[in-house]
């Protein structure tokens, strides 16, 4: 059982943190020795990696990600600072290294959003770069450096600092925008090796279920939802397989066929799922009509519409809404009146229009009003 559970209670905000979450799963998903992911379990994130070959174990790699940071470059100071004088394993490096207690060979890293040292630099390197093999001569001032400023440092394995600098990778990642854009590229590239080019608003919205996903694990309590905390690679590629095929389903129904199954899904009743179907007809045939509104008008509602379906979506998918199909479309429809009552002067009433945007999001597979259907 882990040893700090703080994390599930105190990580609201921890945007960064989540958006290094999805760029893992996405790793998961594309590498086969990538088992499974602990989410704020021992540490802030743990990859669970089978053995290679020449290997005889499997590796945890333990990994903390730091972005609450000030406005400087990481040395060797700040990683062995205890918060107390006295306080003997509350430094970054402490708490790393005292990872290495379980039966898993302990690899470790730290993701910033600052850069770092020149003294810190070799361990941004690959592991196989000339500029950190030990014995080098940088290494070999750090670590002398790391044994003057916390002297006889040892894990629970007896392994000391040489060890935690041969195994540990710093991983700067410079803001949150380029790790968004990131995940972004991944998502694309991957769909494009299985046959199926993505729409950005598509990625967009598996990106968001990730995001989902990845919070409710942080979010969830080891001691009562265990299971939610680890994801084994087995149950990614299952939700990427599932989501790829429901999109490539929704590219080649008929317009608003995909819709309709949605609403009949949702358990909602002909007459709902007939008007559904008929808004966002008429939604279609206003957004090809050039005169109808200005481009500018309706590029802005269109975008109000998808940033309110995302985040809809994303807290259906989390368990953050807790309502069945009825009541989540009833839900969607009353934010697009909140849209509509909100916007500018001079507008005139926009509802249907706002409406039919939300009915096309869901006919291309963008939005489901049941949760079971996820």
């Known amino acids: 059982m ?58 945890a790699e333990f990994v903390q990600v730091k972005s609450g940071e000030p406005d400087k470059l990481w ?38 959003l600052r850069d770092v040292v020149s003294d810190l630099a070799p361990l941004t390197y690959p592991s196989d770069a000339d500029g950190r093999k030990p014995g080098c001569k940088a290494m070999t001032a750090l670590e002398a450096a790391l044994n003057e400023r916390l002297p006889g440092l040892a894990s629970p394995k007896e392994n000391g600092c040489d060890y935690w600098l041969k195994n540990c990778f710093w991983d700067v990642r410079h803001d949150l925008k380029a790790v968004e854009k990131a995940n972004t590229i991944r998502v694309f590239t991957l ?7 993505l729409l950005i608003e598509q990625i967009d919205v598996l990106l968001n279920e990730m995001r989902a996903w990845v919070k409710a694990a942080g979010d969830a309590k080891w001691a009562s939802d265990k299971a939610k905390k680890i994801v084994p690679r087995a149950d990614a590629l299952e939700w990427w397989k599932q989501r790829l095929a429901k999109l490539a389903q929704g590219a080649d129904a008929p317009s608003g066929g995909a819709l309709a199954d949605k609403m009949q899904a949702a358990a909602l009743p002909g007459t709902l799922i007939a008007l559904a179907v008929d808004l966002r007809r008429s939604y279609a045939a206003k957004v090809r009509t050039a005169t109808y509104m200005d481009t500018g008008t309706a590029e802005a509602l269109k975008d109000q519409v998808k940033s309110k379906v995302q ?16 009541q989540f479309h009833a839900r969607c429809l009353a934010e697009m009146e909140t849209i509509n009552e909100a916007r500018p002067n001079g507008i005139e009433d926009q509802s249907a229009f706002l409406k039919g945007c939300l009915y096309d999001i869901a006919d291309r597979c963008l939005l489901r009003f049941d949760r079971a259907t996820l």
């Open 311 to 326: 985040s809809l979506g994303a807290d259906l998918a989390a368990g953050l809404i807790n309502m069945d199909g009825l």
């Open 191 to 197: 769909a494009q090796r299985e046959g199926q080019p």
């Open 2 to 59: 882990p040893k700090e559970q703080g994390g599930p209670i105190a990580r609201q905000g921890f945007t960064y943190q989540d958006e290094i979450a999805v760029g893992f799963l996405l790793d998961m998903i594309e590498d086969p020795l990538l088992a499974k992911i602990h989410f704020e379990t021992h540490d802030d994130l743990v990859l669970v990696r089978t053995a290679s070959a020449g290997q005889s174990q499997m590796t």
């Open 75 to 112: 040395s060797i100071a700040d990683i062995c600072h205890r918060k107390k004088r006295d306080a003997v394993g509350t430094s970054i490096l402490e708490i790393s290294i005292g990872r290495d207690e379980h039966e898993e060979v302990a690899a470790f890293r730290l993701v910033t």
